[in-house]
């Protein structure tokens, strides 16, 4: 009996059946096996090559990438490798690239591209229209500190103004600055936005340890430093200034020429202009001059100058005042500001102070207070709505000015007047206290007719001249507002205190400072019968008061008296006049003004304006320095090399510097370009600077000058002749720094 389940040809049909499902089976597979595998290599090979065409790309930055700045290239990349859709990435020191379903990737080190690149990222996706890779670079750029202090020397009580608008900020959009006092404290940290502060220095105040003591001056260095922030750095910079402080007037004195030379920036890119900045301040007190002054002041007092008796409305009472200071702030939640002025302490009372609400502010603001007087009452009288507030009898010091709003937290701007004389008595005093010891002076008051004061007790030789300036500053304090403008008498009274007995200040240059506000209203000899105005007889000479106007024949009579004066001499010195026109251009005759003023130099006539309180005190001051010379045949040499091109060279002063009209510029064979400047006269306070503009077109250092060539040279005082040199600055094109690269 047969014992198998199934028969031979059965089990060989069942094994081959197996056995041809598992060959089928295993050929399917072994299919999609090289079937993927072949896909693999080419997704692998496409990866590798768009890998590579932005490598390349990367490569192309590096030859053309600006030191500072950005770009922006397209890149080129299929929508799809095969039916697959991918993304691009930068990341690291890697170029990555994947699939959208995550089954394909390839990573590609750019190696030294991202050495040279750094902070790669973004990516773009295949079926994007545009694919852009960007670039972009910011170096760090250190600011740099320049200080000016304005005006560099002074006399207790006086003030002078810290300056850092010059600076430069570095890689930020702005710097912050402070300053380190002489005393070794350093003030608060100030936003560029406000770059100066007027320090007062009061009777008592105390030097510090960073004060040198000479010859009865104070020699005090104050520290500016600034400070921007780059990349999470801090970058800073500090500029190192003198002034000079002087409890008193000292006959020796010091004067001095202080030379600087900044660059601004201190860094650009490739084919920037840069500024080359060569600065000259003269500093002084006392000892600016080697010859005394014997000095007249002729001053008007009429009625224009501050007369309040006959004000009728806001008009007349700001016609008789003159801009003090600006005030703004915002008004808190109680809808009330508070500031404090100061009122210089030359004069013991202010005969008014006017506060007036700015025009662009006045429907939502008013004036509540001044001092203790509120407004309007019994001591403040107001106009046109409490926009315009006035108080008589001010104490001199600090005054306070309440604002009122219409609204909370908004902002406000005020102007403060003060009468004009009082403005013309803080400027005179202010003169009258810089001049020298030996220095005589003397006082005419002029209205209806002029009064040359008595001002020396201690001789019968001479009454009209002092050298005790604080006899002449009780006079210029006792001065009253009222009156017609006789400018012929007061210039006729100038010229007899000067010639009052010439044997004593015959060594000396005699001269007249005669200040006005308005045109003349008194005409001198003419009949009686001819005049119809008042009638008057002053020193023998015969005078017509009109009203508000004066014949042709007034101006005549008066341009040739000053001719006449400006022809003596008392001694080897010819009398000189100065005139000043204060007020609103028009109520003075500047013709009048300029042509009776004598020449400060060849080109420049003694004659200036002012509308405000301090520019009356520049006036004056720059009169001042006209006979305080710190330095003559003054030569400016800078020779910068080859490799920097020098653009324009422009100059810019301040005060009254006797200079060239215009740099000269010239090549040597070296290519080496040298600018050279002279100025004949550098007085006390006067600014005279120098600006080259400079461009390199290659990356780099580049030093401005050649050592112990670029230099200044000049005479001082003592007849001696000074060398300095130039300090070496550099100015850096392109330095590099950390990089972006992304994709996008």
């Known amino acids: 009996m047969n014992r198998r389940g199934v028969s031979m040809i059965l089990e060989y049909l069942l094994l081959a059946s197996i056995l041809s499902v598992f060959v089928f089976t295993v050929s399917l597979t072994l299919n999609d096996v090289l079937e993927r595998s072949q896909l693999e290599r080419v997704i692998d090979n496409q990866f590798a090559d768009i890998a590579s065409e932005v490598s390349s790309q990367l490569v192309d930055i590096l030859a053309v990438y600006p030191s500072n700045g950005n770009m922006t290239v397209k890149v080129f990349m299929p929508e799809k490798i095969g039916d697959i859709e991918y993304i691009v990435g930068l990341e690291g020191n ?38 852009q890779l960007q670039y972009s670079k910011t170096s760090c750029v250190f600011p740099s500190a320049v200080l000016s202090v304005r005006p560099s020397a002074i006399i207790v009580p006086g003030n002078f103004t810290i300056d850092s608008s010059a600076s430069s900020s570095g890689s930020g959009t702005t710097y912050e600055w402070r300053v380190k006092w002489w005393n ?20 008592g105040w105390n030097p510090g340890s960073e004060c040198n003591y ?3 001056i104070y020699e005090c260095e104050i520290v500016l430093e600034v400070r921007t922030t780059c990349q999470s750095k801090v970058l800073n910079d500090t500029d190192v200034k003198t002034v000079l402080i002087a409890n008193q007037t000292t006959t020796g004195g010091t004067a001095n020429l202080s030379v600087d030379k900044f660059v601004k920036p201190p860094q650009a890119g490739p084919g920037d ?4 900045h060569i600065r000259l301040d003269g500093k002084g007190i006392s000892g600016g001059r080697t010859v005394n002054l014997s000095v007249v002041l002729a001053l008007d007092s009429s009625g224009s100058m501050g007369d309040i008796s006959g004000i009728y409305g806001e008009n007349g009472l700001l016609s008789r005042s003159t801009l003090f200071e600006k005030i703004s702030g915002t008004v808190g939640a109680n809808k009330r500001a508070t500031n404090l002025i100061t009122l210089p302490s030359n004069i013991e009372k202010y005969q008014f102070v006017v506060v007036e609400i700015a025009d662009s502010y006045k429907d939502s603001f008013w004036v509540y207070k001044i001092g203790s007087s509120s407004c309007p ?21 600090d005054l306070e000015i309440e604002i009122e709003g219409a609204d909370k937290n908004t902002q406000y701007e005020a102007l403060v007047y003060i009468q004009k004389l009082d403005s013309l008595k803080n400027a005179a005093i202010e003169y009258l206290n810089g001049l020298e010891p030996s220095d005589f002076a003397g006082l005419v008051e002029y209205n209806n007719s002029a009064v040359a004061y008595d001002v020396n007790v201690s001789s019968v030789y001479l009454k009209k001249l002092t050298t005790d ?41 005699p001269l007249i400072i005669l200040m006005t506000d308005g045109k003349p209203t008194v005409e001198a000899h003419v009949s009686q019968s001819e005049c119809s105005g008042s009638w008057f007889t002053e020193d023998g000479v015969e005078f017509c008061r009109y009203g508000w106007w004066c014949t042709d024949n007034c101006y005549k009579q008066i341009e040739d008296l000053a001719e006449q004066i400006k022809q003596n001499k008392i001694g080897d010195e010819n009398i000189r006049i100065c005139t000043i026109g204060f007020g609103r251009p028009g109520d003075y005759n500047a ?26 005190q520049k006036a004056f001051r720059t009169i001042a320095q006209s006979f305080e010379v710190v330095a003559t045949d003054v030569n400016i040499t800078d020779v910068i090399p080859s490799n920097v091109d020098v653009g324009s060279v422009t100059v810019e002063t301040d005060g009254s510097p006797v200079c060239d009209a215009t740099p000269k510029k010239m090549n040597d064979a070296s290519g080496n370009t040298t600018v050279k400047f002279n100025c004949s006269e550098i007085h006390i306070d006067d600014v005279v600077e120098l600006v080259i503009q400079i461009k390199a077109y290659e990356p780099g250092w580049y030093q401005l000058d050649v050592p112990d060539v670029s230099n200044v040279t000049y005479t001082d005082i003592n007849n001696n002749l000074r060398t300095v040199n130039l300090e070496v600055v550099q100015v850096v094109y392109g330095k590099p720094s950390k990089a972006k690269v992304w994709i996008e």
């Open 273 to 276: 202009t840069v500024e080359l």
């Open 377 to 397: 009452s019994l001591n403040c009288e107001c106009f046109n709505s409490r926009r315009i507030c006035y108080v008589e009898n001010v104490p001199a010091g």
């Open 214 to 216: 000479n010859n009865g």
């Open 184 to 203: 070794g404290t350093w003030s608060g940290w100030y936003p560029q936005s406000v770059n100066q502060i007027r320090v007062e220095i009061n009777n």
């Open 94 to 131: 890697n170029i990555t690239i994947e699939s959208d379903d995550g089954r394909f990737s390839k990573y590609l080190s750019i190696g030294a591209a991202y050495l040279k690149l750094q902070n790669l990222s973004g990516f773009t996706h295949s079926l994007k229209e545009a694919h």
């Open 469 to 509: 300036k604080s006899e002449v500053v009780e006079k210029v304090n006792g001065m009253v507002a009222g009156g017609a403008t006789n400018v012929y008498h007061a210039l006729w009274k100038a010229n007899q205190s000067l010639f009052e007995n010439t044997t004593i200040i015959d060594d000396t240059i």
């Open 591 to 616: 013709t009048l003004l300029e042509n009776i003023a004598s020449y400060i130099n060849q080109t420049t006539k003694c004659f200036f304006t002012a509308q405000t309180a301090e520019q009356l």
